[in-house]
């Protein structure tokens, strides 16, 4: 499976952006599909993750609330729609898959990694 995430950017905080995350390769029936990020300095952190088939979705204490994370079978791709963005969220943004339809896998179970899209949160 190969995950080309794309749409981070310069946002100001309190505005929102949309991340993408296509998958090409194979089907994703049985897969979950989860995003993370890792900020300067930090440790690769949770966000959200969703099994693909049933749609079951999971988020951190941090973005639940204001992240959606979702899927478009058509186009074998996984958003991340981030709203009310701070200045903490401010990170590089990874989407990974798992070959296991699990909700919220830990991270280390992750098969396939994208190659990170940034985003940057001003004040």
């Known amino acids: 499976v190969q995950l080309q995430a794309s749409g981070g950017g310069l946002v100001q905080a309190g505005g929102s952006l949309r991340l993408s995350c296509a998958a090409s390769?194979?089907?994703?029936?049985?897969?979950?599909m989860g995003w993370f990020r890792q900020a300067p300095g930090k440790d690769r952190e949770f966000v959200a993750s969703?099994?693909?088939?049933?749609?079951?979705?999971d988020y951190s204490d941090s973005v639940k609330g204001r992240f959606t994370i979702s899927r478009d079978y058509a186009k074998n791709t996984v958003y991340l729609q981030m709203n009310s963005l701070k200045t903490e969220d401010t990170a590089v943004y990874y989407c990974?898959?798992?070959?296991?339809?699990?909700?919220?896998?830990?991270?280390?179970?992750?098969?396939?990694w994208g190659q990170g899209t940034l985003v940057t949160v001003s004040s």
């Open positions: 990974a898959a798992r070959d296991r339809s699990t909700i919220r896998p830990p991270r280390d179970q992750y098969n396939y």
């Open positions: 969703i099994t693909w088939s049933v749609g079951i979705t």
């Open positions: 390769g194979r089907t994703l029936s049985r897969y979950s």
